[in-house]
């Protein structure tokens, strides 16, 4: 079956520019996070959609990053206004149920800004 | 903040050889989870060992867990070249997200 896909795979983009990230989450996943990942360093949790309730947007690192959930399927990370700190690997993982266990991720975005 | 904290951050073994790393968090935790990552793209989720278990075996991966040190620690036996990759421990605390920590960067050298 198929995993989590996400798009583009990679994403050169000039400072100031917005930018998309995609994420098809496996089907049937009602869980579906966030992740941005530095050169070298651990996941950081950005936001987190589960089923109906409201996100969980605590790890969004300022107001120029936002994402929405269209149908309990696929996921849009935006990021207005892009800094060069933003460059980064942005990655989506889904989930079943409710319960934080095993999350399936997807391949990434690669994000370079200029 | 990070709850997780692997040791050690990177580690060179041969092929054949265990390699054992380290987890350590912060809080009272539901579970404990490690992924391995390749090439600093998509994790892939190994195993999971919940607050009540002590040991749980997978294949050449065995993971224990010391509720009362707040440590975990992950063993692959008999290693091979294609371990080679980053191992993150991941925690999950009442209903937050998994916290991940920094990783280990494993090296196995044929």
């Known amino acids: 079956g198929a995993g989590v896909s996400q798009s583009p795979s990679n994403k050169v983009t000039e400072k100031g520019k917005d930018v998309e990230l995609r994420c098809d989450p496996i089907?049937?996943?009602?869980?579906l996070y966030w992740y941005r990942q530095s050169l070298g360093q651990g996941l950081e949790f950005l936001i987190y959609?589960?089923?109906?309730?409201?996100?969980?947007k605590s790890g969004l690192p300022s107001d120029r990053f936002s994402a929405e959930r269209t149908g309990g399927s696929v996921s849009t990370l935006t990021i207005q206004r892009t800094q060069q700190e933003d460059s980064a690997v942005y990655l989506c993982?889904?989930?079943?149920?409710?319960?934080?266990?095993?999350?399936?991720f997807g391949p990434g975005t690669r994000l370079t800004v200029l | 903040s990070q709850q997780g904290e692997e040791d050690p951050q990177a580690l060179s073994i041969q092929e054949g050889e265990n390699a054992t790393m380290n987890c350590s968090y912060k809080?009272?935790?539901?579970?404990l989870q490690w992924y391995r990552q390749n090439s600093g793209r998509g994790l892939v989720h190994l195993i999971l060992?919940?607050?009540?278990?002590r040991e749980k075996h997978s294949g050449r991966l065995r993971v224990t867990l010391d509720t009362s040190k707040k440590s975990s620690s992950l063993l692959i036996t008999a290693s091979r070249a294609a371990d080679t990759a980053s191992y993150f421990c991941?925690?999950?605390?009442?209903?937050?997200?998994?916290?991940f920590g920094k990783g280990t960067r494993l090296s196995v050298i044929a």
């Open positions: 060992i919940r607050s009540n278990e």
């Open positions: 089907s049937g996943h009602t869980a």
């Open positions: 993982a889904s989930r079943v149920g409710t319960d934080h266990n095993e999350q399936f």
């Open positions: 959609f589960q089923g109906n309730s409201a996100p969980d």
């Open positions: 991941a925690t999950a605390t009442g209903n937050t997200p998994l916290v």
């Open positions: 809080t009272s935790i539901n579970n």
